[in-house]
């Protein structure tokens, strides 16, 4: 499974990425916005740092609007990757932007049936968002396995970025589910490798090492 970094912060992406684990960067209008930095500079910086695909929102509402926008963001960069809203209107644009050869990012996904149209639409991956769904009392994760079978059932090439991450426990039952990728906030990026009995472990270990006897 590949690993995203849910961010726009500079800092956090660099501190991942030197540790050779980011596959790629997802933003959204909220993300950037809390950098207080303008957007176009943002995503080119992000880009220039990354490899993988770097997904830049579009702020449009008609289908007209979001490819103009779109079509100006993929000059960018050649890893920028289009995000558009799971709408009517949405869908559109992601069948002609598929036309022109533009990556596409679906948001805001939220049943089986929304990730199979998009999916049909054109778009290169598709955001199930589970941390939402369990804020509304519904299971996230069915998500993922309902998406992955359904896409796996009629040979669909277009990927799940499991998103709207909360936990630790969301990332290892999204790489169970056999889901592509999983986007993860910045913040939540160290618990991944921490545990409290690695730290007891290495502790122990440090101790220990002071008994072992030394030459003079």
């Known amino acids: 499974m590949k690993f995203f970094l849910d961010t726009a912060n500079i800092e956090e992406i660099k501190r991942v990425n030197r540790l050779g684990l980011v596959d790629g960067v997802t933003t959204n209008p909220t993300i950037i916005a809390r950098e207080g930095r303008d957007f176009e500079e943002v995503i080119k910086e992000i ?57 596409t990012n679906v948001t805001l996904i939220f049943t089986v049936a929304q990730g199979l149209m998009a999916a049909k639409a054109g778009a290169t991956y598709i955001s199930p968002f589970v941390g939402r769904l369990d804020d509304i009392g519904t299971n996230g994760m069915d998500l993922i396995h309902g998406l992955k079978t359904v896409l796996d059932n009629y040979g669909y090439e277009t990927e799940i970025i499991t998103a709207s991450v909360r936990s630790l426990a969301h990332v290892e039952e999204a790489a169970i589910a056999g889901a592509d990728i999983a986007t993860i906030p910045g913040s939540l990026f160290p618990k991944l490798w921490s545990h409290p009995l690695t730290d007891k472990g290495i502790a122990q270990f440090l101790e220990d090492w002071k008994s072992v006897p030394k030459k003079d």
């Open 47 to 103: 880009c220039s740092i990354v490899e993988g695909p770097v997904s830049a929102e579009v702020i449009g509402t008609t289908t007209e609007e979001m490819v103009k926008e779109a079509r100006e963001l993929a000059k960018w960069a050649d890893n920028v990757v289009v995000k558009i809203p799971m709408t009517e209107a949405g869908l559109e644009a992601v069948n002609i932007l598929s036309k022109e050869g533009i990556k």
